[in-house]
């Protein structure tokens, strides 16, 4: 929401730091809260049951796959429900490349952990693991794409669509093309895209893709993996067989109706809402530049990018030594999962940058309730903290 809309600020940031930190987490909009509630208290029976207790509980669940399948352009049976972005990835990753008679996986240095970790444990099956290089914006080209994959051998490709620190956005749909030439399946973890820049899964021709609930204002602990019809996916989570056999365990009403709002929310956003972040982004941007001329360098692609998200390096002062001289700002110098790890990104390394320029650099990430008075503050705040704390460059 805008300064001058007259939207009210959200109940949780009123009065403490300057929240730049959308990509770590959202707050809870109170309309996903709301549609939460029910399954809390009066609706709290099992989807699953034959009797009346069920009725309403299971009317949600598939009202909110509608919704999640609205914000993607799938089916509704398409949806499946996970606890979060890491469980979906997972699936994805491992459910893919296990039902499938290729041996191979191919990913990006730069993806997020939950991508790479999953990768990884499959070296266990025997599958082999290549990580594809990217250019200095972060970008792949799908020409190297083409040389890593290798016909009838790669059972997955695996390449996010929007980077959670720089914000670089990748060229899914020619990306999921070449995966589509040697016979691979492709994933895109789109836990940052979805609901902030537009996404059709049929135009970008992708067969698996991944939404977490807490990236676009919908609580913790719920997600949900897009899975294209026909596409043979082995499951993680054995059980009762709900959510057509892929994802067993009595789903979670609550979280799941939560998520089927902030997703029709953000639809209904869609797409005023990103031109909105990227004219904050740009202004904070061009805020820090003009109060700190030739020290701040951005990280990621200038124009192919997170419409919310600002990653920059200033000249001087390490990420973390400028962050905490700024208790006003709740930002990041990364993911958060690599928060507390004393070690330069290892995205913005996979990119080239030097050490000491990935060590002095910040993630910046705006959101719905982010106003352009709250940008001018920051850039001061982070303007004057780097100016006291600069350090000489060794």
Not at 15 to 37: F, M
Not at 117 to 139: I, K, M, N, Y
Not at 311 to 329: C, E, H, Q, T, Y
Request: include cysteine.
């Amino acid at each position: 929401m805008s300064e001058n809309d007259g939207a009210q600020a959200h109940p949780a940031l009123a009065g403490g730091a300057l929240y730049l930190d959308y990509n770590a987490t959202t707050p809870v909009d109170p309309e996903a809260l709301r549609a939460a509630l029910p399954y809390l208290t009066t609706h709290f029976g099992n989807p699953s049951s034959g009797h009346s207790y069920a009725g309403e509980p299971r009317r949600a669940v598939e009202r909110a796959r509608g919704q999640v399948a609205g914000l993607l352009g799938a089916q509704p049976g398409e949806i499946v429900f996970t606890s979060g972005g890491s469980e979906a990835d997972t699936l994805a990753v491992r459910g893919a490349a296990l039902g499938s008679p290729g041996r191979q996986v191919v990913t990006l240095a730069t993806e997020h952990p939950a991508v790479l970790r999953s990768c990884e444990s499959l070296r266990a099956d025997g599958f082999t693991v290549t990580r594809v290089p990217v250019d200095p914006h972060g970008r792949v080209d799908p020409d190297v794409l083409r040389a890593a994959v290798q016909e009838r051998q790669t059972a997955l490709v695996s390449i996010a669509y929007g980077n959670s620190e720089t914000g670089t956005l990748q060229p899914i749909a020619e990306l999921a093309a070449v995966a589509h030439e040697s016979g691979a399946l492709f994933h895109t973890d789109a836990a940052q895209a979805a609901g902030k820049v537009p996404l059709d899964v049929s135009a970008l021709g992708v067969d698996l893709l991944t939404m977490a609930g807490h990236k676009m204002y919908a609580p913790k602990g719920v997600g949900a993996l897009y899975v294209r019809s026909g596409t043979r996916l082995h499951p993680l989570i054995h059980g009762g067989g709900q959510e057509g056999g892929l994802r067993a365990g009595t789903e979670n009403v609550a979280l799941v109706a939560a998520l089927g709002r902030a997703a029709e929310l953000a639809r209904l956003e869609l797409p005023g809402s990103a031109v909105r972040l990227a004219a904050l982004r740009d202004l904070l941007h061009a805020e820090l530049e003009a109060r700190l001329p030739g020290r701040v360098h951005l990280n990621g692609h200038p124009a192919e990018r997170l419409p919310g998200t600002l990653n920059v390096s200033i000249d001087g002062v390490g990420g973390r030594a400028l962050l905490a001289a700024v208790p006003g700002i709740a930002a990041a110098t990364g993911s958060a999962c690599h928060e507390g790890v004393d070690a330069p990104s290892p995205v913005l390394l996979a990119m080239g940058l030097p050490a000491g320029r990935a060590s002095e650099a910040v993630r910046l990430s705006l959101g719905r309730w982010s106003t352009e008075r709250e940008v001018r503050r920051a850039a001061q705040l982070i303007a004057d903290a780097a100016r006291e704390t600069s350090r000489p460059r060794t």
